[in-house]
């Protein structure tokens, strides 16, 4: 939905099947491959949160447009309040990342406020058998269907103030604060079969390349 953008999930395979060209209408996209991966069971918290007094409030996403300048596809939305307010324009790079380890996807998100916001992106963690730090700010755990699932999350330049860390056993974060009008952070998902002794040095060094 165009007033409630969330990535439910990932697909490998096939893109998609238009049975209906008429005109700018026709039937729904039918979504092809199969689902790699699925976020918080296919229903997803909100991605971005600002900072209130007494609680964090949830930020909607609304679709403004899609664009693929230079064969690099980005996203762009607005971050909403619970009033229709927007807070933060995002522009979203999403990419594959493969690695040696296992493949996965990467979104670079670039978010500006429309002001002085504590904004925030909030990742929640997928649950798990064992949870392990990765790197500075990363996890990977153990899923119950024996797989292993790595996040990392890299703040990768702000503007105007600071940025803080986020980091609990059930989420990933980095929020904007003291004045910081513009951030940078690439989010990392990688899907593995098995997580080796030298597991942490050696995905580090290839999402470096």
């Keep these: 939905r165009a007033d409630d953008l969330r990535l439910l999930g990932v697909r490998a395979g096939d893109f998609v099947r238009r049975s209906d060209w008429t005109g700018r209408g026709g039937t729904p996209l039918e979504p092809l ?19 209130l007094a007494y609680r964090d409030e949830p930020l909607q996403a609304r679709l403004r447009a899609t664009r693929t300048p230079a064969g690099r596809p980005s996203i762009d939305w607005d971050a909403l309040s619970e009033s229709s307010e927007i807070i933060a324009h995002v522009r979203e790079f999403p990419r594959v990342v493969v690695t040696s380890l296992g493949t996965g996807f990467a979104r670079e998100l670039v978010i500006v406020t429309t002001g002085d916001r504590h904004v925030s992106l909030q990742q929640p963690m997928p649950a798990g058998k064992t949870q392990t730090s990765v790197g500075r700010h990363g996890r990977v755990i153990l899923r119950e269907d024996g797989l292993y699932e790595a996040w990392l999350l890299q703040l990768d330049s702000v503007t105007g103030g600071e940025a803080r860390e986020l980091a609990s056993p059930e989420h990933l974060g980095i929020e904007l604060q003291h004045g910081a009008t513009a951030a940078s952070i690439t989010l990392t998902t990688v899907l593995m079969a098995q ?7 050696q995905l580090l060094a290839e999402l470096k390349r």
């Design 33 to 51: 491959g199969r689902v790699v991966w699925l976020a918080q069971g296919g229903d997803p918290a909100p991605l971005l949160q600002r900072r």
């Design 195 to 201: 997580w080796p002794e030298d597991g942490e040095a």
